[in-house]
Nanobody
Framework: QVQLVESGGGLVQAGGSLRLSCSAS????????MAWYAQAPGKEREWVAI???????YYADSVQGRFTISRDNAENTVYLQMNSLKPEDTAVYSC??????????????????WGQGTQVTVSS
């Protein structure tokens, strides 16, 4: 069992930056694919950034060039650096962990463990 705890959300003006952190329990963090998902009001949850155990990264088109996902396996933590934020980035951001190997893909999932989420609000 893996427990995920996000932090770093808040209120920021458009054009500003935030850094989200997700701390994971357990001793096998380095073997998991990690992802950040965003759920905006009235919309479905969607992935925005993924990092595999090997360090490969994937980004949704909407955040490419503005967001950066990274991980520190020694600290059991995954980060999401969010720059040039836009009001449309407003959402609850959750981190997720995916055991590997398993059927599916990093983009399609499934993901096995989820954090509780942290609110990011971008004002115009």
């Amino acid at each position: 069992q893996v427990q995920l705890v996000e932090s770093g959300g808040g209120l920021v003006q458009a054009g500003g930056s935030l850094r989200l952190s997700c701390s994971a329990s357990g001793r096998t963090f380095g073997t998991y694919t990690m992802a950040w998902y965003a759920q905006a009001p009235g919309k479905e949850r969607e992935w925005v950034a993924i990092i595999t155990s090997g360090g490969h990264t994937y980004y949704a088109d909407s955040v490419q060039g503005r967001f950066t996902i990274s991980r520190d396996n020694a600290e059991n933590t995954v980060y999401l650096q969010m720059n040039s934020l836009k009001p449309e980035d407003t959402a609850v951001y959750s981190c997720a962990a995916r055991r590997t190997p398993q059927a599916g893909t990093p983009q399609a999932g499934p993901y096995n463990y989820w954090g509780q989420g942290t609110q990011v609000t971008v004002s115009s």
